[in-house]
């Protein structure tokens, strides 16, 4: 058995991953004893599967996965939600808060969410034969009132959150800001003063930037210091 990437080593299609019985995992291949990428993206051994997290491309709905959008149209029993994929989301009435009836009008639906309204929303539903469905009835989710927001490439987003956390938990400590990652790459940052939210969005283009480098955390943290220089983080 031997491993020829080193830990989190920027990879591309074609090249050698490992040989032995490892398992080809996500954006990899199989060719005889040997294990191949299929992508531009990091490599990564999770016990005998090798993986490789793509640096580049779309986000592709999963089951469970939090997802920050924007309404872009009120149907009679629902809103369409651009949740940055290929395939227009659909949030139902029955899955939105403060629901009065089935017969409520279009304009009725305008009141909980307007078109242009940004939501914290959860995938559902999903299996490439329909559009995704969400809901924003459990904790943590339904519109955005505040906050600003930065957009990532989505395969980046376990580089936001880190080994255990431990970025993320980083970044909200630091900065006094609340951060909730989007799985589509959209980043809500939401905090008490406009230049704390600043900040933290200038330490996620950051992180994005950086992905692929050691000592990132550091870096990051060092940045957000020399950022907070006279500023009160509350």
């Known amino acids: 058995m031997t491993v020829y990437a080193d830990k989190r080593q920027l990879v591309g299609p074609g090249d050698i991953l490992a040989e032995g019985p490892f398992f080809a995992g996500e954006n990899t291949y199989r060719e005889g004893t040997k294990v191949f ?3 531009i993206g990091l490599a990564e051994v999770v016990g005998n599967k ?7 491309g779309v986000y592709i709905p999963r089951l469970d996965d939090i997802v920050v959008g ?5 149907g009679m029993s ?17 899955e939105a808060p403060m629901q009065r009836g089935r017969d409520m009008g279009r304009r009725d639906l305008g009141r909980i969410y307007g078109v242009g309204d940004l939501m914290i929303a959860q995938v559902i ?7 995704p469905l969400l ?3 459990g904790r943590g989710l339904g519109r955005v009132t505040s906050g600003r927001v930065a957009r990532i ?4 987003i376990p580089r936001i959150i880190g080994k255990k956390g431990s970025m993320i938990t980083m970044l909200k400590k630091e900065t006094g800001v609340d951060i909730v990652p989007g799985q589509n790459g959209v980043i809500l940052a939401v905090g008490r003063n406009p230049d704390q939210e600043r900040i933290a969005v200038e330490a996620l283009y950051m992180i994005e930037r950086e992905a692929h480098t050691s000592g990132l955390t550091d870096r990051v943290k060092a940045m957000i210091t020399e950022r907070n220089k006279g500023k009160s983080v509350t």
């Open 78 to 94: 629902g809103w369409q939600v651009d949740i940055s994929a290929p395939y227009p989301a659909m949030l139902p009435l029955s």
């Open 153 to 156: 490439t989505p395969a980046k």
């Open 70 to 74: 924007r309404v872009t149209d009120i």
């Open 125 to 131: 539903a999903f299996d490439r034969t329909r559009d």
């Open 37 to 39: 990428s299929s992508r």
């Open 135 to 137: 809901t924003t009835t």
């Open 50 to 56: 090798i993986n490789v997290m793509a640096v580049k």
